[in-house]
């Protein structure tokens, strides 16, 4: 008779295009977005925690096809054939949620929100298929100020979680004022103009020279491919340009740059109005163009948006893989929507908010020194003798509910050596020991974990030598002795 085969055990492996996270990695990016947002609460955000998954008919942007029904996102077919899929941004749930519940919601309705998404996208080096978004949006409010208020709003996040004001620069244009020169451009239906705003996305990687080759015939690229170009006359480029490149010394060159490139477009006029509002809006609450600026240049998602238009690329340089200096970049964008809501209502709402990249900006956090480092662990109460762990437990209660991260070894306590070493991989500042000669006496052993550690990395560290790493209090000092301890390593 055949033996029946076993199943094969499942391979220990995270999913491709996904990650865990462990104990730093989760309480660094809990503190960045709970100083985040303390700032968008200031400024009378509420926050909403809308659900992980929707209808992909609310969702919108991606469709389910015969082929390939999770196309863009992670779908599947409900119990009633309907589709779901999880989010992949926090921007199309909140219109949905708006929709559903406008007559029972403030207008303006200000919100926040964190969380997880998921892109089913091919995965690549920092591109991940699940990753955290951090959004503020303002829905009801057509005034430019709820986009300059955004603007702020995203600078003091920026300052609150460490990034000097050298080290950043938000940066806005508007989607109008490019309108305006697509207008004087004189183009030939939507092909033309779609082929023109991919053209234009292109700016920050190929620079004046490739847009104005790639606006005319074409160009050869870094492969020595040719591209074809959209086949515009020299006349046509030359407005597209003007507008790329129309940053001047300061606000006002820069309003009266655009108005040259617009010509006399109406919508290029409201565009450039707006952000010369925008900008003495900002101003009267003090922020200049050292934190944030009128720059044509960003094109951000022009498609997409229908006012303002924000990007905050941080300034400060790194090394890339290959050892060669590049600045940061960009970790948060945004501006103006006002036709999102619509497709549930058939009614306009003006819409206006701002999406920081979490992982992003935890990196270049971890990269300027504001966070990183193994943090301390917690106090570990070691186990002498186990028939008296009820005096073990109650030494931790007692360090706990003085507000001390602590725990009790849970491991077999045969071997004192063990424990000490599992207090080391926890990072623990402090052992507490008490063997049996302690407990008849009354007294303590306190170990200082982090001094010894750095004692047994040189002994030649004359200002440790003097200290004792380990000390004999008794019973009743145990809470100020330890906290003594670790607020010198906090």
């Known amino acids: ?9 499942p391979k220990a492996q995270t999913p491709k295009g996904f990650r865990d996270y462990f104990g730093s990695d989760v309480s660094e990016r809990a503190d960045m977005l709970r100083a985040i947002a303390g700032v968008y609460h200031r400024y009378g955000f509420d926050a909403l925690e809308s659900a992980a998954v929707e209808t992909v008919e609310a969702l919108g942007k991606f469709l389910p096809d015969v082929d390939r029904p999770n196309a863009g996102v992670f779908a599947w077919q409900d119990e009633d054939e309907s589709w779901m899929a999880l989010r992949y941004d926090l921007t199309a749930p909140l219109a949905r949620v708006y929709a559903q519940h406008r007559n029972d919601l403030p207008l303006p309705y200000r919100r926040y929100a964190m969380g997880p998404v998921w892109r089913n996208e091919k995965p690549g080096p920092g591109r991940f298929r699940q990753f955290y978004q951090c959004d503020a949006d303002t829905v009801g409010a057509a005034s430019v100020a709820a986009d300059a208020e955004i603007c702020a709003m995203l600078s003091d996040s920026l300052e609150v979680v460490g990034i000097a004001r050298r080290d950043y620069l938000i940066r806005v244009n508007n989607r ?3 309108n305006g020169v697509l207008e004087t451009m004189g183009l030939d239906g939507d092909a033309q103009r779609d082929a023109v705003l991919r053209t234009i996305d292109k700016f920050d990687k190929v620079g004046e020279a490739g847009v104005r080759a790639l606006l005319g015939k074409g160009r050869l690229d870094a492969s020595g491919a040719y591209i074809d170009g959209v086949g515009l006359s020299e006349t046509q480029v030359d407005p597209v340009l003007a ?3 129309s940053k001047g010394t300061d606000a006002g060159a820069t309003v009266a740059n655009l108005r040259a490139a617009i010509g006399g477009s109406q919508i290029g006029t409201e565009g450039v109005d707006e952000l010369e509002q925008m900008g003495a809006l900002l101003a009267a609450q003090g922020y200049g163009p050292d934190r944030i600026v ?4 960003v094109v951000r998602g022009l498609g997409y948006y229908t006012g303002p238009v924000f990007e905050a690329e941080l300034t400060f340089e790194i090394l890339d893989d290959k050892g060669r200096k590049r600045q940061f970049g960009s970790v948060a ?4 929507y006002d036709d999102l809501v619509k497709r549930f209502t058939g009614q306009a709402v003006p819409a206006t908010g701002v999406s920081i990249g979490v992982d992003r900006l935890l990196a270049a956090l971890r990269e300027k020194g504001r966070i990183g480092g193994p943090p301390l662990g917690p106090v570990v109460v070691t186990v002498m003798d186990r028939d008296r762990m009820a ?8 360090l706990r509910n003085a507000g001390i991260r602590a725990e009790v070894y849970l491991g077999n306590p045969k071997n004192f050596g063990n424990q000490l070493k599992y207090a080391d991989k926890r990072n623990s500042p402090v052992a507490v020991i008490e063997g049996g000669d302690e407990k008849a006496r009354g007294v303590l052993q306190v170990k200082d974990l982090v001094l010894g550690a750095k004692l047994a990395e040189s002994a030649s560290l004359e200002e440790w030598k003097e200290r004792p790493s380990q000390y004999e209090i008794t019973r009743a000092d145990l809470v100020a002795k330890v906290r003594e301890i670790i607020d010198q390593w906090a």
Do not use: N, W
């Open 391 to 398: 005096d073990y437990q109650a030494m931790v209660a007692e």
């Open 333 to 336: 964008g945004g501006g103006r």
């Open 243 to 245: 507008f790329l490149t």
């Open 176 to 178: 109008k004022v490019l």
């Open 294 to 297: 009128i720059d044509p240049s």
């Open 1 to 9: 008779m055949a033996k029946d085969k076993k199943a094969p055990r």
